[in-house]
């Protein structure tokens, strides 16, 4: 690791003018759990770390008249344990999904949503992108079990490594970034962006803001919600492929359908055409079966992670007949 | 006199230091005025280096820098050959070759200097595939890419194909697997030109390091001294290559003048250092229709990365294992450890076993289906008895039953009524479950004529107070050597387990007991132990102090008053073979192994067929291993080694890129959990070995050898489809599965 200089805020209006105007500059710990990793490898030498875990005001999760505050240094395993969340199956299983109780003891929601890609190549030195000196990317024809098979026409075709964000778009939530001039909201659908060269970044935070909040928006409570992880294995890994919803029913119909694809994309991925083949239709086996095919309708296979399209199609039937079945705690919706 | 010990579970003889925080590993250890020790390795997999330049920005003058020109004595790490240079010295031949190392008083300067360290490398054809070794594309190594060769002949393979009744063949491959020891490589050392060289370190085989040394720095014996630290794990990873690390250590410390310690990170460490054996092995068996095996070919291939290093002894040990515990009477074997571009593949636990017993035991299922036998059904009509010969025409002469073990093993995990069950049960299921198992057995010691050269030394003294030391260079890598042999010398001279004392294996006060390795500690440096307290209690039984029937404080009198009227009151033990023991090297014939430990392993598995997920929910272990010292260290073992042997078969995948690895980090080298574990149910039958300490025999390994081919003929048993390589990843079965695109999840 780098020698670097460390900051210990007490508050925002003291860590904001930490942070710097470039991306690599500065890097914000929280739980730590991704960034010392990217440090030791040295994926990322910051000159600066700027710990927040000291800002009160990014703690706690609470309910306003707009909705539920997430604060960003809540640990995955306060928001999969708050009783809040037993209205939002699919962030609680997202969170739960994180397999390792240490993990889930010192990650955070804005960790989770800040992560870097675990691309091998970005993670070994070849930069984001992971191009050769012609600038081609290594990986369609590299070791690319773990990457993309969809929205990966290049140039990245790392997967979001983020397990809270499927389940966070599908409920419609949105995330509150703090900087200097003040705070913005970018809906959480907007915050993720394919990078087009290694100087990006996969979000749209500049490098002088910080995650502050995750807002789940009013009457979300109502959806139907699950998330639903592929895993080669139980514990400390990444899923393969993940599928969030969440549904508004009516009279055992679906009203209105959000899927969102993890692990799959550089981006946490929508699946419109599965949300759309599920209008009207009750939730059984064969609608289902039918939005997973439709969710992998445009999946573009690497050569070697042909098997994910698979287990992204039955990732998006398995999660929506978990949402469908009644919620055992505080059910409100469902059929 | 009592014998109270052998047989129970005693505390861990370290294990207060150990969870008190009180052991000191070698990275606990710091020296006054102490540097650290980087190492610069190539990125290129083969190359000749034409350059070495510093960057700017570093304040070179601050370092100590050691290339290959620095060395005092023979560039090379002595052990089998004389290829392997310390410091690459003009080629390359393997990515992580060192080339030149850096110390420093400043960790993280250090780490920035050893990055801007530039290898000018013009760069060769590399070799990558056992394929392309064997068809020297490229002539990487000797003549003809070939580290070793075995030939193994038994009867007349030759004239047995034209009469079976079927003829069955097949291909079967695995692949590397790091060996993740909780605590990483590591090394300090002290060199001083007029003193000699000492280093303290991780490792299981301190003579070595020893050996090693002396040829490195062209010294005398006496000048090289070797102390072991605690080790938090080997399984054969802290066999060889600490002799490299401890080697680079004490170059840059005779060098700058001061300590240097070495230490390396999880990624280093499991890029760097050796890993298991890649293995490709193809079978052809003559069988007669009522299900006896005629004749067995067997084509034995590992690679073994670009310098000799263990690989002719790990060719050696997966040889003699790939006929499997049958009795054939026909039976050629021909094996070759190949060169490839890789860092040198070593030691780990099984030891070219696991490889060649997965697969024949995922052969003999492939024969027992195209002869209409089950699996279990095959493997009683052909089990090796009493009085038969294996390949290399050793004897059976112990009173092996693998029937009785296979009918318990079967009984134990409900085999019969559940494969029947989830035949009837899987039928429209996409989650289907299934049973396997796998017959096997692992030889105890070196191979061959192995322990007649090592001939092992174990000392024990004896002081006034009446306690006794256990002196030997047998290491504590976690295993339990400290605890079995205090059990052993306690019992022998029917004294209390805390009145034997461990000495710290360090070379200037033990005698080479040999390496901590091929499962010999317990037997053969146990019965060392044993016998070295034997002649102790001889020598004060023949001096007329000792009554017979004498208490642990007639003990302590008989010490006391032999010192004071004769001096030090030591005993030695020096190995000796067995009686009727034969093995010829030239011929590969004789007695392999004193003794073998004999199991049968039985896996329980769920297939997920959609999403590929594969689930081990039960396993039954049971296994003859002679007098079981420690049930609770023995069946640790083997829950151990089943653990490993999972993830060998299901998720350890070491993925090469251009001839590094490119999954050194444990976020994505994945190994099994607790979570990924079944409860792993042990059984021990117990027939004593008579050369074996109390009749124990060796065990460390044998668990590493059976788990994965029950697993994957577990999952066969499921799913139907016939998996011939390990570790099964979920695109390897989906592949399997022949699942298309457009296939709909049923049920």
């Known amino acids: 690791m780098q020698a670097f200089e460390y900051a210990h805020p007490r508050s925002m209006t003291e860590a904001l003018p930490l942070l710097g105007s470039r991306w690599g500059e500065t890097e914000i710990l929280a739980g730590g759990t991704d960034l010392l990793s990217l440090m030791k490898n040295y994926v990322v030498t910051p000159k600066r ?38 209205e939002y199956p699919a962030l609680a299983q997202a969170a739960a999904g994180v397999t390792s109780p240490q993990i889930r003891n010192m990650g955070t929601v804005g960790g989770d949503l800040c992560q870097r890609p675990r691309c091998w190549y970005f993670r070994s030195g070849f930069g984001l992108l992971a191009r050769d000196e012609s600038g081609r990317s290594l990986v369609p024809q590299g070791e690319n079990r773990y990457h993309a098979i969809l929205g990966n026409d290049g140039p990245a075709y790392f997967v979001n490594p983020s397990s809270l964000a499927p389940a966070l778009i599908a409920l419609g939530a949105k995330a509150r970034l703090d900087g200097q001039n003040g705070e913005r909201y970018v809906a959480l659908a907007e915050f993720f962006v394919i990078p087009k060269s290694d100087a990006e970044r996969e979000n749209v935070l500049q490098p002088n803001e910080i995650l502050t909040h995750v807002i789940i928006p009013e009457g979300a409570w109502e959806l139907s919600s699950a998330t639903y992880e592929v895993r080669q294995k139980e514990a400390l890994d990444w899923p393969l492929a993940t599928a969030a919803v969440a549904l508004k029913m009516q009279a055992g119909k679906v009203a209105s359908a959000r899927i969102v694809l993890g692990h799959v994309a550089p981006i946490p991925w929508p699946a419109p055409e599965a949300e759309k083949s599920l209008a009207g239709q009750p939730i059984n086996e064969a609608t289902a079966a039918r939005a997973g095919e439709a969710a992998v309708q445009g999946a573009k296979p690497l050569s070697g992670n042909r098997y994910k399209v698979q287990l992204a199609r039955v990732a998006v039937k398995r999660a929506l007949l978990a949402a469908a079945r009644p919620r055992s705690i505080g059910a409100k919706g469902g059929v | 006199m009592k014998k109270h010990l052998i047989g129970r579970p005693v505390p861990r003889k370290e294990g207060r230091a150990k969870v008190t925080g009180q052991a000191r590993y070698v990275d606990d250890l710091v ?36 290339t290959a020109k620095d060395i005092p004595g023979e560039n090379y790490v002595a ?34 200097a050893r990055r801007a360290v530039q290898l000018e490398i013009e760069a060769l054809r590399p070799t990558f595939t056992i394929e392309d070794s064997l068809n020297k594309k490229e002539i990487i190594w000797g003549e003809d890419n070939l580290f070793k060769s075995y030939s193994v002949e038994k009867g007349n393979v030759d004239e047995v194909w034209a009469r079976a ?146 690989s002719p002894v790990v060719l050696s040990r997966g040889t003699i294992h790939a006929p499997g515990p049958y009795f054939c009477p026909n039976v050629r074997i021909r094996s070759r450890a190949v060169a490839t571009n890789a860092p040198p593949h070593g030691a780990f636990r099984g030891f070219g076993a696991p490889q060649s017993i997965f697969a024949l035991e995922r052969h003999l299922n492939r024969v027992a289906r195209a002869i ?31 029937n009785h073990l296979l009918e318990r093993a079967l009984v134990l995990s409900d085999y019969h009524a559940k494969t029947a069950r989830f035949a009837r049960e899987n039928s429209g299921q996409r989650r289907k479950k299934g049973m396997g198992f796998a017959s096997f057995m692992h030889g105890a010691g070196f191979t061959g004529s192995g322990e007649q050269y090592l001939a092992s030394v174990v000392e024990l003294e004896a002081t006034p107070q009446g306690r006794v030391r256990v002196l030997a260079a047998s290491t504590e890598i976690g295993q339990g050597t400290n605890t079995i042999f205090s059990q052993i010398a306690a019992d022998a001279l029917g004294l209390d387990y805390d009145s034997i004392e461990i000495l710290k294996p360090d070379t200037a006060s033990v005698p080479n007991s040999g390496p901590t390795v091929a499962s010999r500690t317990c037997m053969v440096v146990g019965k060392l132990v044993e016998a070295a307290a034997l002649g102790l209690q001889q020598t004060l039984v023949g001096s007329g102090y000792l009554p017979e029937g004498y208490t642990p404080a007639g003990f302590e009198r008989a010490c006391k008053r032999y010192i004071e009227s004769h001096g030090p009151l030591k005993s030695s033990s020096q ?43 039960d396993f039954v272990a ?24 999972i993830g060998y078969a299901l998720y350890e995948n070491v993925v090469w890129n251009e001839g590094r690895m490119f999954n050194s980090q444990m976020t994505n080298y994945i190994m099994p959990t607790a979570v990924d574990v079944p409860p792993i149910r042990v059984f021990f039958e117990e027939l004593p070995y008579s050369y074996g300490p109390a009749g124990a025999k060796g065990l460390g390994e044998l668990p590493m050898d059976g788990a994965a081919p029950a697993i994957v003929n577990a999952i066969e048993n499921a799913t139907g489809v016939s998996i011939h390589h390990i570790p099964v990843m979920p695109e390897s079965l989906m592949e399997a599965l022949a699942v298309t695109e457009k296939a709909v999840e049923r049920a």
């Open chain 2, 575 to 617: 190995y000796q073979p067995p009686p009727g023991i034969h093995w010829d090297d030239a011929t590969y014939y004789g007695d392999a192994y004193g003794t073998y430990a004999w199991a049968v392993y039985v896996a329980e598995v769920t297939v997920d067929t959609v999403t590929f997920e594969i689930e081990v929910n």
């Open chain 1, 49 to 86: 770390v700027v710990n927040i875990k000291g800002l009160r005001e990014l703690r706690g999760i609470r309910g306003t008249p707009e909705g539920i505050y997430i604060g960003a240094l809540v640990t995955l395993e306060e928001l999969r344990t708050s009783q809040p969340m037993h």
């Open chain 2, 165 to 310: 009744d079927f003829i069955v063949e097949g291909e079967y491959r695995t692949g590397a697997q790091e060996q993740l020891y909780i605590e990483t490589n590591g090394m300090i050392a002290v060199a001083i030109p007029e003193k000699g060289v000492t280093v303290w370190g991780s490792m299981q085989c301190p003579y070595y390091v020893h050996k090693a040394l002396m040829a490195l720095f062209g010294l005398p014996a006496d000048k090289v001294r070797v102390i072991q630290s605690e080790t938090g794990g080997g399984f054969g990873g802290k066999e060889e290559y600490p002799s490299m690390i401890a080697g680079h250590a004490a170059l840059l410390a005779w060098k700058s003048g001061k300590p240097v310690k070495i230490i390396y990170d999880r990624a280093e460490d499991m890029a760097a250092t050796t890993k298991r054996h890649p293995s490709r092995t193809r079978h052809r068996t003559a069988v007669s229709k009522d299900g006896k095996l005629l004749g067995m070919e067997i084509d034995f291939v590992i690679d073994g990365g670009a310098y000799t290093t263990l």
């Open chain 2, 372 to 402: 209409g036998l089950t699996p279990e059904e095959f493997r009683r009509r052909n089990f090796i008895q009493p009085g038969q010969t294996t390949a290399t025409g050793q004897v059976i002469r112990e009173n092996v039953n693998m």
């Open chain 2, 79 to 112: 052990l089998i050959a004389h290829d392997q240079p310390y410091l690459a010295d003009g080629a390359v031949n393997h990515s992580e070759e060192p080339v030149v190392l850096l110390a420093h008083p400043e960790k993280y300067l250090l780490e920035e």
């Open chain 2, 31 to 66: 020296f006054p005025g102490m540097l650290y020790g980087a190492t610069v390795r190539s990125r290129v997999p083969r190359g000749r280096i034409k350059g070495i330049s510093f960057g700017e920005g570093i304040p070179w003058h601050e370092f100590t820098i050691v």
């Open chain 2, 622 to 645: 049971v296994q003859e291993v002679g007098k079981v010292i420690h049930p609770v260290l023995a069946a640790g073992q083997i829950e151990g080694g089943v653990a490993q042997a």
